[in-house]
């Protein structure tokens, strides 16, 4: 089984600022037919179920703000948001659908 | 609109069963794959129980392995998970999330159900 740990578990940043979370998989999630690495970012606010922000790595969901990128290959991925917004507090989980779905153990973005 | 509604959460005792179900509407249920994913008070994600749109391929995580069933009946536009001899550690929120046509990701989520194992 592809093991995904997320690195920091918390992290505290101030209104503007840059926000960086980190996964890294097991194994690699790329797929060598398509050259696409399986791995989703979600994001959980509290009493909220997740929501989808980033496939194949770096592709934006529909709706999701242009602060919200997502980079990376093989194993070791980042979802970067450019200028923290009150708003954007929450956990943040990633995901590979390389095989049979596996999340990060999450991690939890304050404000400073 | 998109939606996903699950139901048949509730306390039971240890050793006890119950069936969840995952109402879809607003898209064509019967084309996708379908997800459990649960979440214990506190904790992160965890995934359950995936089925394929025409119940061909079924996998579980292996902490549910052979106490957990899921099933769809595409006429009925629903989800369920039957789960047996249920231990304390399966408390959790319990969600149905649709699997993406495009990228296997999980694109649609319900609100999600509370199950609760305590004697």
């Known amino acids: 089984d592809i093991v995904m740990t997320q690195s920091p578990d918390s992290l505290a940043v101030s209104l503007g600022e840059r926000a960086t979370i980190n996964c890294k998989s097991s194994?690699?999630?790329?797929?060598?037919?398509?050259?696409?690495?399986?791995l989703a970012w979600y994001q959980q606010k509290p009493g909220q179920p997740p929501k989808l922000l980033i496939y194949?790595?770096?592709t934006r969901e529909s709706g999701v703000p242009d602060r919200f990128s997502g980079s990376g290959s093989g194993t070791d991925f980042t979802l970067t948001i450019s200028s923290l917004q009150a708003e954007d507090v929450a956990v943040y989980y990633c995901q590979q659908y390389y095989s049979t779905p596996c999340f990060g153990q999450g991690t939890r973005l304050e404000i400073k | 609109e998109v939606q996903l509604v699950e139901s048949g959460g509730g306390l039971v005792k240890p050793g006890g069963s119950l069936r969840l179900s995952c109402a879809a509407s607003?898209?064509?249920?019967?084309?996708?794959?379908m997800n459990w994913v649960r979440q214990a008070p506190g904790k992160g994600l965890e995934w359950v129980s995936s089925i394929s749109s025409s119940s061909s391929y079924i996998y579980y995580a292996d902490s549910v392995k052979g106490r957990f069933t899921i099933s769809r009946d595409n006429a009925k536009n629903s989800l369920y998970l039957q789960m047996n001899s249920l231990r304390a550690e399966d408390t959790a929120v319990y969600y149905c999330a649709r699997q993406s046509l495009i990228h296997y990701g999980m694109d649609v989520w319900g609100q999600g159900t509370t199950v609760t194992v305590s004697s």
């Open positions: 194994q690699s999630v790329l797929y060598s037919s398509n050259n696409k690495n399986y």
């Open positions: 607003g898209f064509t249920f019967s084309s996708y794959s």
């Open positions: 194949w790595a770096s």
